[in-house]
């Protein structure tokens, strides 16, 4: 019996019009034609890879989704890097592939230590005056060195500075191979010199301060928990409560960068809930840390 509605097919031809009718009344489920499309997650672990291992081509990712397990071809893993818009073989696309500053940071943190200045206002009586201080910190473990302020940060001053780091580091075990530090027209050209041959001055770029990002960190800190709140009227005073506010700092203020509270605990440490918990405050009440009574 043929169908009237052969007569009116236009769109597709009448064999497929009656596959159609075939599978409505409960014949095979159409299945889409090609390969299968890889899942999601592979597809987001393939770029993870090659997002974290900017040297990795595709070949080697191959290798390491094969250790996790999962099968997948490397000419698949290709035309996946292509439409996200990876190198398939960044290793070949240029000689010297730049590292981001973000993961050259991170990989040399026990090494590197970054430097910049801040200022405070000061009131004399001879007017309105801003002392300068010179910051040195050491990303890995967050130690910092301060300066004495200065009105006149003349380059005698900041290579005196720069000596008084380095014993400073030494007396910490800190052994520094970078220094980050700003394009301040202050530094003299010997500030450089002095580092060298065993530490290298990295300079970041004009208007980026989120390059120096840690010492601008700290330098956020010490203004707002700190300084903000006081109108300091002689450069002893501000000396006094920098001197404070370090060694509120370095014993009792918890670094969450670093994933340490500043407290050593042993393996045969029993948390004491029963003592009463005191609270040391500095400055005035300005600064506040809490800890618990022996008992």
Not at 68 to 78: D, K, Q, S
Not at 249 to 270: I, K, M, Q, S
Not at 280 to 294: P, Q, V
Request: glycine letters at 6%; a positive charge.
């Amino acid at each position: 019996m043929n169908h009237d509605i052969d007569e009116l097919m236009h769109v597709v031809v009448p064999a497929t019009y009656k596959k159609w009718v075939r599978q409505l009344r409960g014949g095979k489920a159409h299945r889409p034609s090609g390969r299968p499309r890889t899942p999601r997650a592979t597809r987001e672990l393939v770029l993870r890879m090659a997002t974290e291992n900017l040297r990795w081509g595709y070949r080697r990712i191959v290798g390491e989704l094969k250790k996790l397990g999962i099968r997948i071809g490397a000419t698949t893993i290709r035309d996946i890097l292509k439409r996200e818009g990876h190198l398939p073989e960044p290793q070949k696309a240029t000689k010297k592939l730049p590292i981001p500053w973000t993961t050259f940071v991170h990989a040399h943190l026990e090494t590197i230590v970054s430097c910049d200045f801040f200022t405070k206002r000061v009131f004399t009586l001879g007017g309105i005056r801003r002392a300068h201080v010179l910051v040195f910190i050491h990303l890995g473990s967050r130690k910092v060195f301060c300066s004495p302020s200065t009105y006149h940060p003349d380059s005698k001053w900041i290579m005196q500075q720069a000596r008084n780091a380095s014993m400073w580091m030494e007396d910490e075990g800190i052994k520094p191979r970078f220094l980050i530090r700003d394009r301040d027209r202050k530094y003299p050209d010997e500030f450089d010199t002095f580092w060298r041959p065993d530490v290298r001055c990295i300079r970041i770029p004009p208007k980026a301060p989120k390059a120096n990002s840690f010492v601008e960190s700290f330098v956020s800190s010490t203004r707002r928990e700190t300084l903000n709140h006081f109108i300091c009227f002689s450069r002893g005073q501000l000396d006094y409560i920098i001197d404070i506010w370090l060694r509120h700092y370095h014993e009792c203020r918890p670094h969450r960068g670093v994933g340490r509270d500043n407290t050593v605990l042993d393996e045969a440490f029993v948390p004491q809930t029963e003592s009463r918990v005191r609270c040391r405050s500095d400055l005035g009440g300005i600064l506040k840390s809490y800890y618990r009574e022996a008992a």
